[in-house]
Protein backbone atom coordinates (compact mmCIF):
# COMPACT_ATOMS: atom_id res chain seq x y z
CA UNK A 1 0.00 0.00 0.00
CA UNK A 2 1.39 3.24 -0.68
CA UNK A 3 2.02 5.50 1.82
CA UNK A 4 -0.71 8.66 0.59
CA UNK A 5 -3.41 5.46 1.33
CA UNK A 6 -1.86 4.42 4.42
CA UNK A 7 -2.56 8.25 6.25
CA UNK A 8 -5.32 9.39 4.43
CA UNK A 9 -8.05 5.99 5.33
CA UNK A 10 -7.36 7.23 8.55
CA UNK A 11 -8.36 10.85 8.29
CA UNK A 12 -12.24 11.58 8.12
CA UNK A 13 -12.16 14.25 5.27
CA UNK A 14 -12.67 14.32 1.51
CA UNK A 15 -9.30 15.30 0.39
CA UNK A 16 -5.85 16.31 1.87
CA UNK A 17 -3.53 18.78 1.55
CA UNK A 18 0.37 18.13 2.83
CA UNK A 19 3.23 20.77 2.48
CA UNK A 20 5.67 20.21 5.12
CA UNK A 21 8.84 19.06 3.50
CA UNK A 22 9.04 15.54 6.14
CA UNK A 23 5.49 14.82 5.64
CA UNK A 24 5.50 15.34 1.80
CA UNK A 25 8.81 12.94 1.53
CA UNK A 26 6.97 10.46 3.41
CA UNK A 27 3.75 10.52 0.88
CA UNK A 28 5.83 10.66 -2.30
CA UNK A 29 9.60 9.49 -1.17
CA UNK A 30 10.78 12.09 -3.17
CA UNK A 31 13.56 14.72 -1.92
CA UNK A 32 11.97 18.56 -2.41
CA UNK A 33 11.98 21.44 -1.06
CA UNK A 34 8.99 23.25 -2.18
CA UNK A 35 5.58 21.47 -3.33
CA UNK A 36 2.36 20.33 -2.14
CA UNK A 37 0.33 16.52 -1.85
CA UNK A 38 -2.82 16.36 -2.98
CA UNK A 39 -5.18 13.51 -2.33
CA UNK A 40 -8.63 12.35 -2.48
CA UNK A 41 -10.26 8.78 -3.04
CA UNK A 42 -9.82 9.12 -6.53
CA UNK A 43 -6.01 10.62 -7.20
CA UNK A 44 -2.80 11.92 -5.76
CA UNK A 45 -1.35 14.72 -7.39
CA UNK A 46 2.22 16.25 -6.41
CA UNK A 47 2.43 19.71 -7.28
CA UNK A 48 5.76 21.11 -7.51
CA UNK A 49 7.35 24.15 -9.30
CA UNK A 50 9.96 23.68 -12.40
CA UNK A 51 13.41 22.61 -10.47
CA UNK A 52 11.73 19.49 -9.43
CA UNK A 53 9.01 18.73 -12.23
CA UNK A 54 11.17 16.61 -14.11
CA UNK A 55 13.10 14.94 -11.12
CA UNK A 56 9.87 14.23 -9.63
CA UNK A 57 8.39 13.13 -12.97
CA UNK A 58 11.19 10.77 -13.10
CA UNK A 59 11.44 9.25 -9.97
CA UNK A 60 7.65 8.68 -9.54
CA UNK A 61 6.75 7.32 -13.38
CA UNK A 62 5.51 4.32 -11.97
CA UNK A 63 4.21 5.18 -8.75
CA UNK A 64 0.45 6.26 -8.15
CA UNK A 65 0.93 9.55 -7.76
CA UNK A 66 0.92 11.98 -10.46
CA UNK A 67 3.71 15.14 -10.93
CA UNK A 68 1.81 18.82 -11.89
CA UNK A 69 3.30 22.25 -12.33
CA UNK A 70 1.95 24.75 -9.33
CA UNK A 71 2.68 28.31 -9.02
CA UNK A 72 1.42 28.99 -5.52
CA UNK A 73 -0.67 27.41 -2.92
CA UNK A 74 -3.41 29.59 -4.44
CA UNK A 75 -3.68 27.85 -7.03
CA UNK A 76 -3.78 24.53 -5.46
CA UNK A 77 -6.30 25.63 -3.24
CA UNK A 78 -8.14 26.81 -6.67
CA UNK A 79 -8.00 23.26 -7.74
CA UNK A 80 -9.02 21.97 -4.83
CA UNK A 81 -11.97 23.84 -4.38
CA UNK A 82 -12.82 22.93 -7.80
CA UNK A 83 -13.39 19.60 -7.21
CA UNK A 84 -15.98 20.69 -4.43
CA UNK A 85 -13.77 19.40 -1.26
CA UNK A 86 -15.64 20.46 1.63
CA UNK A 87 -13.60 19.03 4.29
CA UNK A 88 -10.04 19.23 3.78
CA UNK A 89 -7.71 17.67 6.33
CA UNK A 90 -3.94 19.20 6.58
CA UNK A 91 -1.48 18.89 9.29
CA UNK A 92 -2.43 21.88 12.24
CA UNK A 93 0.60 22.11 13.99
CA UNK A 94 2.68 22.63 10.64
CA UNK A 95 0.52 25.31 9.63
CA UNK A 96 1.92 29.01 9.17
CA UNK A 97 0.07 32.07 10.10
CA UNK A 98 -0.18 32.90 6.27
CA UNK A 99 -1.48 29.37 5.28
CA UNK A 100 -4.39 29.35 7.44
CA UNK A 101 -5.41 32.80 6.74
CA UNK A 102 -5.59 31.53 2.61
CA UNK A 103 -7.67 28.35 3.91
CA UNK A 104 -9.81 30.37 5.73
CA UNK A 105 -10.55 32.44 2.55
CA UNK A 106 -11.53 29.71 0.84
CA UNK A 107 -13.70 28.48 3.46
CA UNK A 108 -12.88 25.05 3.74
CA UNK A 109 -13.66 23.13 6.75
CA UNK A 110 -10.34 21.47 8.38
CA UNK A 111 -9.41 18.23 9.82
CA UNK A 112 -6.49 17.64 11.36
CA UNK A 113 -4.31 14.97 9.36
CA UNK A 114 -1.11 15.14 11.60
CA UNK A 115 -2.10 12.19 13.92
CA UNK A 116 -2.55 10.13 10.94
CA UNK A 117 1.07 11.12 10.17
CA UNK A 118 1.92 10.62 13.16
CA UNK A 119 1.16 6.79 13.73
CA UNK A 120 1.79 5.79 9.93
CA UNK A 121 4.99 7.21 9.92
CA UNK A 122 6.29 5.33 13.71
CA UNK A 123 6.30 1.86 12.30
CA UNK A 124 8.10 1.22 9.60
CA UNK A 125 7.84 -0.84 6.17
CA UNK A 126 10.59 -3.45 5.34
CA UNK A 127 11.89 -0.84 3.18
CA UNK A 128 12.36 2.44 5.56
CA UNK A 129 13.68 -0.35 8.05
CA UNK A 130 16.27 -1.27 5.08
CA UNK A 131 17.59 2.38 4.54
CA UNK A 132 17.76 2.94 8.30
CA UNK A 133 19.98 0.18 8.18
CA UNK A 134 21.85 2.01 5.53
CA UNK A 135 21.90 4.97 7.31
CA UNK A 136 23.44 2.90 10.83
CA UNK A 137 26.18 0.78 8.46
CA UNK A 138 27.52 4.47 6.99
CA UNK A 139 27.43 5.80 10.52
CA UNK A 140 29.43 3.06 12.47
CA UNK A 141 32.27 2.99 9.40
CA UNK A 142 32.39 6.99 10.03
CA UNK A 143 33.30 6.29 13.74
CA UNK A 144 35.83 3.66 13.03
CA UNK A 145 37.78 6.57 10.74
CA UNK A 146 37.28 8.95 13.70
CA UNK A 147 38.79 6.55 16.11
CA UNK A 148 41.72 6.62 14.11
CA UNK A 149 41.75 10.16 13.31
CA UNK A 150 41.37 11.38 16.95
CA UNK A 151 45.13 13.49 17.81
CA UNK A 152 46.51 14.71 20.72
CA UNK A 153 46.04 18.83 20.29
CA UNK A 154 42.72 18.27 17.75
CA UNK A 155 39.88 20.21 18.06
CA UNK A 156 36.02 19.42 18.69
CA UNK A 157 35.48 21.30 15.43
CA UNK A 158 37.94 19.21 13.38
CA UNK A 159 37.05 16.16 15.24
CA UNK A 160 33.39 16.99 14.09
CA UNK A 161 34.23 17.83 11.09
CA UNK A 162 35.85 14.83 10.23
CA UNK A 163 32.73 12.48 11.27
CA UNK A 164 30.43 14.43 8.95
CA UNK A 165 33.07 14.00 6.33
CA UNK A 166 33.68 10.31 6.50
CA UNK A 167 30.11 10.10 6.62
CA UNK A 168 29.37 11.58 3.53
CA UNK A 169 32.31 9.50 2.16
CA UNK A 170 30.78 6.63 3.00
CA UNK A 171 27.66 7.37 1.11
CA UNK A 172 25.75 9.64 3.53
CA UNK A 173 23.50 12.42 1.76
CA UNK A 174 23.70 14.91 5.01
CA UNK A 175 23.87 14.54 8.61
CA UNK A 176 20.89 13.92 10.84
CA UNK A 177 21.57 16.71 12.71
CA UNK A 178 24.32 18.71 14.12
CA UNK A 179 27.30 16.47 15.14
CA UNK A 180 27.91 16.82 19.23
CA UNK A 181 31.95 16.48 19.31
CA UNK A 182 32.61 16.81 23.62
CA UNK A 183 35.70 16.86 24.99
CA UNK A 184 37.29 16.74 28.17
CA UNK A 185 34.37 18.43 31.12
CA UNK A 186 32.35 19.64 27.89
CA UNK A 187 31.39 15.88 27.73
CA UNK A 188 29.22 16.90 31.03
CA UNK A 189 26.59 18.86 28.70
CA UNK A 190 24.65 16.87 26.85
CA UNK A 191 24.15 18.72 23.92
CA UNK A 192 27.70 20.51 23.63
CA UNK A 193 28.13 22.55 20.25
CA UNK A 194 31.95 21.76 19.23
CA UNK A 195 34.31 24.46 19.81
CA UNK A 196 38.10 25.19 19.52
CA UNK A 197 38.75 22.91 23.09
CA UNK A 198 41.38 21.05 22.41
CA UNK A 199 42.01 16.83 23.01
CA UNK A 200 44.75 16.32 25.58
CA UNK A 201 45.56 13.20 27.24
CA UNK A 202 43.28 11.41 29.65
CA UNK A 203 40.05 13.19 28.26
CA UNK A 204 36.62 11.65 27.28
CA UNK A 205 35.57 11.91 24.08
CA UNK A 206 31.71 11.96 23.89
CA UNK A 207 30.35 12.12 19.99
CA UNK A 208 26.88 11.72 19.12
CA UNK A 209 25.87 11.64 15.51
CA UNK A 210 23.89 10.05 12.30
CA UNK A 211 23.74 10.35 8.90
CA UNK A 212 20.96 9.93 6.09
CA UNK A 213 20.59 7.72 3.86
CA UNK A 214 17.21 7.26 1.13
CA UNK A 215 15.70 10.11 2.78
CA UNK A 216 16.06 8.08 6.57
CA UNK A 217 18.36 8.36 9.53
CA UNK A 218 20.51 7.16 12.16
CA UNK A 219 21.41 7.97 15.51
CA UNK A 220 24.83 7.16 17.77
CA UNK A 221 26.55 7.89 20.37
CA UNK A 222 29.59 6.85 21.83
CA UNK A 223 31.91 7.82 24.78
CA UNK A 224 35.79 6.93 24.84
CA UNK A 225 39.18 7.89 26.88
CA UNK A 226 41.76 9.39 25.03
CA UNK A 227 44.43 7.73 27.39
CA UNK A 228 43.66 6.21 30.65
CA UNK A 229 41.78 8.81 33.27
CA UNK A 230 43.29 9.79 36.26
CA UNK A 231 40.97 8.25 39.31
CA UNK A 232 38.63 5.11 38.54
CA UNK A 233 35.02 7.07 38.97
CA UNK A 234 35.26 7.18 34.44
CA UNK A 235 35.73 3.37 34.22
CA UNK A 236 32.73 3.02 36.97
CA UNK A 237 30.33 5.18 35.88
CA UNK A 238 30.47 3.71 32.37
CA UNK A 239 30.33 0.72 33.37
CA UNK A 240 26.39 1.31 35.22
CA UNK A 241 25.53 3.56 31.84
CA UNK A 242 25.99 0.55 29.81
CA UNK A 243 24.75 -1.77 32.37
CA UNK A 244 21.69 0.57 31.94
CA UNK A 245 21.89 0.59 28.29
CA UNK A 246 21.91 -3.48 27.73
CA UNK A 247 19.41 -3.71 30.60
CA UNK A 248 16.66 -1.25 28.51
CA UNK A 249 17.83 -2.90 25.04
CA UNK A 250 17.60 -6.56 26.69
CA UNK A 251 14.16 -5.44 28.25
CA UNK A 252 12.06 -3.57 25.96
CA UNK A 253 9.57 -5.66 24.62
CA UNK A 254 6.25 -4.72 22.13
CA UNK A 255 3.33 -3.53 24.07
CA UNK A 256 4.77 -1.61 26.24
CA UNK A 257 4.41 2.16 27.41
CA UNK A 258 7.38 4.44 26.73
CA UNK A 259 7.57 5.05 30.45
CA UNK A 260 8.35 1.46 31.39
CA UNK A 261 11.20 1.42 28.75
CA UNK A 262 12.80 4.22 30.12
CA UNK A 263 12.12 2.52 33.54
CA UNK A 264 14.25 -0.24 32.61
CA UNK A 265 17.55 2.11 32.62
CA UNK A 266 16.22 4.65 35.37
CA UNK A 267 15.80 2.42 37.65
CA UNK A 268 19.31 0.74 37.23
CA UNK A 269 21.02 3.78 37.51
CA UNK A 270 19.04 4.95 41.14
CA UNK A 271 20.25 1.79 42.58
CA UNK A 272 23.39 3.37 42.30
CA UNK A 273 22.22 6.54 42.88
CA UNK A 274 22.62 8.01 39.65
CA UNK A 275 19.71 8.31 38.38
CA UNK A 276 19.27 12.01 39.44
CA UNK A 277 22.49 12.53 36.99
CA UNK A 278 20.30 10.92 33.96
CA UNK A 279 18.66 14.36 32.84
CA UNK A 280 17.00 13.42 29.86
CA UNK A 281 14.80 10.50 28.42
CA UNK A 282 15.93 7.09 27.06
CA UNK A 283 15.34 7.75 24.00
CA UNK A 284 13.14 9.33 20.68
CA UNK A 285 11.99 7.71 17.21
CA UNK A 286 13.73 7.86 14.18
CA UNK A 287 12.96 7.73 11.06
CA UNK A 288 12.54 10.81 8.31
CA UNK A 289 12.85 12.86 11.19
CA UNK A 290 15.44 12.13 13.96
CA UNK A 291 13.08 12.97 16.43
CA UNK A 292 9.46 11.44 16.10
CA UNK A 293 7.31 9.31 17.65
CA UNK A 294 7.97 7.59 19.67
CA UNK A 295 8.74 8.87 23.31
CA UNK A 296 10.74 6.72 25.69
CA UNK A 297 10.79 9.00 28.95
CA UNK A 298 9.52 8.90 32.06
CA UNK A 299 6.07 10.37 31.44
CA UNK A 300 5.43 8.75 28.15
CA UNK A 301 2.02 7.02 27.77
CA UNK A 302 3.23 6.02 23.57
CA UNK A 303 2.89 2.31 23.08
CA UNK A 304 6.35 0.67 21.33
CA UNK A 305 5.05 -1.13 18.49
CA UNK A 306 6.57 -4.21 16.24
CA UNK A 307 8.21 -1.64 13.25
CA UNK A 308 8.80 0.92 15.16
CA UNK A 309 12.67 2.19 15.47
CA UNK A 310 14.34 4.58 18.30
CA UNK A 311 17.23 5.61 20.25
CA UNK A 312 18.44 3.79 23.48
CA UNK A 313 20.44 6.36 24.87
CA UNK A 314 21.03 6.37 28.72
CA UNK A 315 23.29 9.12 30.13
CA UNK A 316 24.75 10.04 32.80
CA UNK A 317 26.54 13.91 33.50
CA UNK A 318 28.22 14.82 36.34
CA UNK A 319 28.43 19.14 35.58
CA UNK A 320 31.98 20.60 35.16
CA UNK A 321 33.75 16.99 35.44
CA UNK A 322 32.85 14.48 32.84
CA UNK A 323 29.50 13.25 30.93
CA UNK A 324 29.32 9.43 29.27
CA UNK A 325 26.12 8.26 27.17
CA UNK A 326 25.74 5.01 24.81
CA UNK A 327 22.95 5.43 22.14
CA UNK A 328 21.99 2.57 19.95
CA UNK A 329 19.72 3.15 16.98
CA UNK A 330 17.84 0.14 17.51
CA UNK A 331 13.93 -1.26 16.16
CA UNK A 332 11.28 -3.76 17.66
CA UNK A 333 10.86 -6.69 15.95
CA UNK A 334 8.71 -9.50 16.86
CA UNK A 335 8.32 -8.20 19.87
CA UNK A 336 11.90 -7.67 21.11
CA UNK A 337 13.90 -4.82 20.55
CA UNK A 338 17.10 -5.48 18.17
CA UNK A 339 20.24 -2.79 17.86
CA UNK A 340 20.98 -2.08 14.02
CA UNK A 341 24.89 -1.01 15.47
CA UNK A 342 27.26 -3.59 15.91
CA UNK A 343 30.65 -1.29 17.41
CA UNK A 344 31.36 -2.73 20.86
CA UNK A 345 30.09 -0.52 23.58
CA UNK A 346 33.06 -2.16 26.14
CA UNK A 347 34.66 1.33 27.22
CA UNK A 348 37.55 2.02 24.78
CA UNK A 349 40.73 3.62 25.69
CA UNK A 350 42.50 5.08 22.74
MN1 LIG B 1 19.35 10.46 19.96
Known sequence: MDNTKKVFREIKADAMLTSSSDLRRYLTGFPSSFGFVYTDFQESIFFTDPRYAEGARNALKNEFISVEIA???ESVLEYIKSKKVKRL???MERLTVPEAQLLKKFRF???DSMPAFTEAMAVKTEEELALIRRACEIAEAAYAD???YLK????ESEAAGYLEFAMRKKGAEDRSFETIVAFGKNTSVPHHSPDE???KKGMPVLADFGCKSGGYCSDMTRTVLFGKSEDGEFEEVYGEVLAAHRNALEGIREGMHGREADALAR????????????????????????HEFPRLSASSDDILKNGMVFSVEPGVYFEGKFGIRIEDSVYLKDGVAAS???TDKKLIVI
Request: aromatic content about 8%.
Open 71 to 73: KSE
Open 109 to 111: KLA
Open 197 to 199: TKL
Open 267 to 290: DLLKKKGLDKFFTHSLGHGIGINI
Open 89 to 91: AVP
Open 152 to 155: EGMT
Open 340 to 342: FMK
Open 146 to 148: FLG
